[in-house]
């Protein structure tokens, strides 16, 4: 048998080895590289792709483009300074980053108790984050499908959100609002009126949004009956989140392992079981559904009291109190020169992002810096997946495959 | 040998009565369960852990480096069930140079934790299907996440790699 030998690079065929069209009872296989510079793969992800034709016969995720050694910078930084670290993360769900990492230090520290308010407030804002980073998702996953409006009316809705994140903690996106012991800064005034106009009007937008796409024959065709793989595949492989929930599985780490007062909302856990590129879609779009009225609920039932847990020798002190209070001075300068000790051990924390399990494993030696953070990333595992997804498959549906698994490449590589 | 508060706990109680000498000890801090388990019985463990026990995923594998101390390396299996929401955590102290049976026969998904812990602790795990870096570059030399690997200021070693995938 005569094989067609292909460069990898060029992609120039050696010369004398064209053959005649309709030869049949040859192989031709040819290696693409998709990637690491390649729209639909939202960051730098190179997958080798090797080709029968339009029909994919292997594929090889290459990771690491984005690698920043966060972890190990954890371990030079104090407890206290790591947070900014977790934002940069998950760029799209920074504050559940935020989270995860603060109530791993809290279970490490034991004995803190985080008042009602703070834990509300860190609900409603993670289930926020939880609208914007799938509204990123939705808009550029319509886009690499060819619906382009959706992008655009995404990212006014995405930026209506990031207002209220930046009326909160100052930053649009890299927060670092939620701290272990509570929140960083009091709520800001006015901040009611701001969420309930955006919580008002959202369900209907997520109507227009689902409606627009289901008319669009482009979008169904595309989506339909593509991106299979198996519930034993994935659950073999460590997928989690959404993807999990499309096919059928109603695990909710929010519901199963409630943490920050998860227990005391109402709702419900979006699955569908098509298993493909559109469950995966209408999973999503129920979400988006489930976390407004998560918001909603916290809006309107809000405990009032402190934002922080009685622990001056973790949380900043108030500016005007520093600067009329010894104690609170001291407390300052010593969080910031030397920091928190956190007593010996370790602990798992994992929460429910946007994209499924984050679970952050802190190791502690009872010094002011971390022994060891390990980030446990959702886009890491529902990565490992995609060989299993797209071979198979047509090259064209890999666009679509990969877009409803909706990874972010700071969080495959950290 | 288990201490007494574990022996009725459900997971470790099954674990110990599988293969007595593979639990070497336990305990459960902050409501967590860790169990220690003889590195050379790790895979037959996981295999138990997964078919019998219901811990059907894989939620992570990653390493502690502890050095000075020794043995120098713990290497971490956290495990979770769906049907019983339950954790637990296994792990192996090894030292360094010392091979780790892969776990890829029980759980594809190892596969790239197995990776990203040789990448990054330099810990080779026997049997991996496809034991390369996966983060750092492939002809980057030393192991990152080391604890005497410096943050600042390693030499850079970077070479150009024909042989990627």
Same mark, same amino acid.
């Given at each position: ?178 701290? @272990? ?5 009091? @709520? ?8 309930? !106009? ?21 979008? $169904? ?20 989140? @959404? ?71 973790? $949380? ?6 520093? !600067? ?9 300068? !010593? ?66 495959? $990969? ?12 | ?5 574990? !022996? ?158």
């Amino acid at each position: 048998m005569k094989e067609l030998k292909v460069h990898t690079d060029t992609m120039v065929a050696e010369p004398g080895e064209r053959l005649a069209p309709g030869t049949s009872d040859v192989t031709r296989r040819m290696t693409l590289n998709m990637g690491p510079q390649h729209p639909s793969t939202h960051g730098v992800l190179r997958v080798v792709i090797e080709l029968d034709g339009e029909t994919i016969t292997k594929a090889v995720p290459d990771i690491g483009f984005l690698h920043t050694g966060i972890e190990k910078e954890c371990e030079v930084k104090t407890w206290h300074q790591a947070v900014t670290l977790t934002d940069r993360v998950d760029y799209l769900a920074n504050l559940s980053n935020n989270l995860c990492y603060a109530l791993a230090v809290e279970k490490l520290m034991g004995d803190l108790e985080i008042p009602p308010k703070a834990q509300w407030m860190r609900v409603m804002l993670v289930e926020l984050q939880r609208i914007a980073s799938h509204l990123v998702w939705l808009g550029t996953h319509a886009l690499d499908l060819g619906a382009m409006t959706m992008f655009f009316y995404c990212f006014r809705e995405r930026e209506d959100v990031l207002r209220i994140f930046e009326m909160f903690s100052g930053q649009r996106m890299m927060t670092s609002y939620i701290r @272990p012991g509570g929140l960083a800064l009091e @709520p800001p005034r006015g901040w009611q009126q701001r969420v309930r !106009k955006f919580i008002d009007a959202f369900p209907s937008k997520v109507d227009e949004y689902e409606n627009l796409l289901n008319t669009n024959p482009i979008w $169904m065709q595309r989506t339909k009956g593509v991106g299979f793989i198996s519930v034993e595949n994935m659950l073999d492989l460590g997928v989690t989140g @959404p993807m999990l929930r499309g096919a059928g599985i109603a695990w909710d780490i929010r519901k199963s392992e409630p943490y920050s007062s998860y227990d005391k909302f109402d709702f419900d856990v979006a699955v569908r079981t098509g298993n493909d590129v559109y469950a995966r879609f209408q999973v999503r779009m129920e979400e988006l559904r489930q976390s407004a009225r998560i918001v909603k609920q916290a809006l309107e039932g809000m405990p009032e009291g402190p934002w922080t847990a009685n622990a001056p020798h973790m $949380m900043l002190p108030d500016r005007e109190k520093m !600067k009329t209070q010894m104690e609170a001075l001291i407390y300052h300068f !010593k969080i910031v020169t030397e920091g928190y000790r956190v007593p010996a051990g370790e602990a798992y924390q994992a929460i429910e992002s946007p994209r499924g399990e984050i679970g952050y494993y802190v190791v502690s030696d009872g010094t002011a810096h971390p022994w060891r953070v390990f980030m446990r990333t959702p886009s890491f595992g529902n990565l490992q997946s995609l060989p299993a997804m797209i071979e198979g498959a047509l090259i064209a549906d890999t666009i679509a495959a $990969m877009g409803s698994m909706d990874f972010v490449l700071g969080d495959v590589d950290r | 040998m288990l201490p007494d508060p574990l !022996k009725s706990n459900r997971t470790a109680a099954a674990l110990e009565a599988f293969d007595s000498a593979a639990v070497l000890g336990g305990h459960t801090d902050r409501d967590e369960l860790t169990l220690l388990i003889a590195p050379e019985r790790i895979l037959a463990t996981c295999r138990v852990a997964r078919n019998d026990l219901g811990f059907i995923r894989l939620s992570a594998i990653t390493a502690v480096d502890w050095f000075p101390g020794e043995p120098r390396f713990e290497v971490v299996y956290l495990l979770h069930s769906i049907d019983h929401n339950e954790r637990v955590r296994l792990k192996c102290r090894v030292a360094d140079g010392q091979e780790m049976d892969s776990v890829t026969p029980v759980w594809r998904g190892a596969n790239w934790y197995e990776r990203e812990v040789f990448d990054m602790f330099g810990i080779r795990f026997r049997n991996h299907p496809d034991l390369r870096r996966i983060l750092m570059p492939l002809g980057w030399e030393g192991h990152p996440m080391r604890k005497d690997y410096p943050v600042h200021g390693h030499k850079y070693s970077y070479q150009s790699d024909q042989e990627r995938p």
